[in-house]
């Protein structure tokens, strides 16, 4: 039987403060998924007419890629623009929840707009870009931001965002510009680039100033679990640790099936990752809440998992974390 309710957690929407420059930078993206803008911009009947097209009870719905670098000002009217939304629809069937988005590149106004998001607006956590400008997250000034994700007990979700400039050029060459720019995000290095952060956080010392840290990545883990043994392996040579790197992925990191439609990868990550470190997600909507249902489906009859874990990973394992509850039909 289909797991029921199945939540979602990389989930997107647009607000109406994107700087016209984001917009552009979404350009072959928007060429190539049909509806996607409006979709973007839609917080009521569309989205829920998609989320029962694909069995979502519960969305978890952030900003898009590439606000984290933005002013303040429009990082928290996006914020304030979801909170509203998912205040209206608590009146219906409460099927909106959310990630803030928060200025990455002013750790202390970030750390401002994750409480006020947490602790006032009823946010779950934080999804915000991967870098900013080029910047990563491992180094003193961003020790603020996970001391206080730490501190509220939330999740912070990393997610890709395309190359900063100096990023970009590395995937240049003899081919066209359409294929660096998708070699650059979604078509793979923007993936890697999220792996390789959680490789630096790591090797920063991070989980073991803040043990009870929680970090989601998407996309089957972003190469990680793929690169699992070679990691732990390697990284001993690192530095001295307190926790190891694959103590650190078992207590503090959890990863997302969004948008990888194959069960050959979730075969391994079955085989070295906790299962109630796995989470079900669609990455709406540049990916149809349908082709994961599919997915589900495929999951449910390959074997690979019982009844009890399959509704782990639909629901289970993202109402633990995130403290909420999705609703159910009576």
């Not at 510009?177 to 956080?201: D, F, I, K």
């Not at 009859?301 to 874990?309: A, F, R, T, V």
Request: glycine letters at 8%.
């Amino acid at each position: 039987m289909t797991p029921r309710p199945l939540i979602t957690l990389e989930e997107h929407f647009f607000s109406t403060a994107v700087p016209d420059t984001l917009r552009a930078t979404y350009s072959e993206q928007l060429k190539h998924v049909d509806n996607v803008l409006a979709k973007l911009a839609d917080l009521g009947d569309v989205r829920r007419h998609d989320m029962d097209a694909g069995g979502v009870s519960l969305q978890v719905i952030s900003h898009g890629a590439g606000l984290s670098g933005h002013d303040t000002a429009v990082c928290r009217a996006a914020k304030d623009q979801l909170a509203a939304a998912i205040k209206a629809e608590e009146a219906r069937k409460g099927r909106f929840a959310g990630f803030a988005v928060a200025p990455m590149h002013n750790p202390d106004e970030a750390v401002a707009e994750l409480r006020r998001a947490v602790r006032e607006q009823g946010f779950v956590g934080a999804l915000v870009d991967n870098h900013c400008g080029g910047t990563f997250y491992d180094g003193a000034p961003y020790d603020v931001w996970w001391a206080a994700a730490e501190e509220l007990d939330v999740p912070v979700y990393l997610h890709p965002t395309w190359p900063s400039d100096d990023m970009g050029s590395h995937y240049e060459g003899n081919f066209s510009r359409v294929a660096a720019q998708s070699m650059a995000s979604n078509g793979m290095g923007w993936h890697t680039e999220t792996g390789l952060h959680v490789l630096r956080l790591f090797a920063s010392g991070l989980f073991d100033r803040h043990p009870r840290l929680k970090v989601i990545i998407g996309h089957m883990g972003e190469t990680i679990p793929f690169m699992l043994q070679r990691i732990q392996a390697l990284s001993r040579r690192w530095g001295e640790f307190q926790r190891d790197f694959r103590t650190a992925y078992d207590e503090n990191i959890w990863i997302t099936a969004s948008g990888v439609w194959s069960l050959d990868p979730l075969r391994c990550i079955l085989a070295n990752t906790r299962l109630d470190h796995i989470l079900y997600s669609v990455d709406y909507p540049f990916q149809t809440n349908e082709a994961g249902l599919e997915w589900i489906h495929e999951l449910e009859k390959s074997g690979l998992i019982d009844e009890e874990q399959l509704n782990a990973i639909g629901y289970g394992n993202a109402e633990k974390l995130l403290v909420v509850r999705a609703p159910r039909e009576k």
